[in-house]
């Protein structure tokens, strides 16, 4: 594979920390305080999920999310926070490829409507899958170092 500047490998490498960066800024973005003392991100997507018109969305919603809302506000604020620093540092790259992209599925599904926010979420799981296949934690990575993953 040809490639100018730096090898295939390593812009692969580019393209994961940039995911990464782009993860480490939507935890960055939010406003944790809201998110963990007064509910609002998860109160936001409770109100998006009763008015889905996909059945198994609010089901899903109202067993999983619903009963839990102040752990479910810690899981996803610190998801996108072990996600952007996973693929950041390349350290257990493939869990936090795979998290991300699970991430990224759930916030297309929930939001479906929302066409501001899908081209994001698109992006960032074609990103995800990429980084994944082509293994882009061979170089410039934690997990490179240790050999793990190769």
């Known amino acids: 594979m040809d490639a100018i500047w730096l090898s295939g490998a390593d812009w692969l490498a580019v393209l994961r920390i940039g995911l990464g960066l782009w993860w480490l800024e939507s935890w960055r973005h939010k406003d944790k305080k809201a ?3 007064r509910g609002t991100g998860i109160a936001w997507a409770a109100d998006v999920a009763a008015k889905h018109r996909w059945t198994a969305v609010r089901s899903g919603f109202d067993v999983m999310v619903a009963p839990r809302p102040r752990t479910m506000a810690y ?19 493939p869990a936090a490829l795979v998290g991300g992209l699970l991430l ?3 916030y297309f599904t929930l939001m479906i409507h929302d066409w501001a926010e899908q081209g994001q979420n698109a992006m960032m799981a074609l990103i995800s899958l ?8 061979q170089v410039w990575s934690v997990d490179a170092a240790l050999g793990w993953f190769s």
């Open 75 to 93: 899981v996803v604020v610190y998801a996108e926070l072990a996600v952007g620093l996973g693929l950041v540092v390349g350290f257990l790259t």
């Open 104 to 106: 990224n599925v759930l």
């Open 130 to 137: 990429v980084a994944f296949f082509a293994m882009s934690w």
């Open 35 to 37: 998110w963990f003392e």
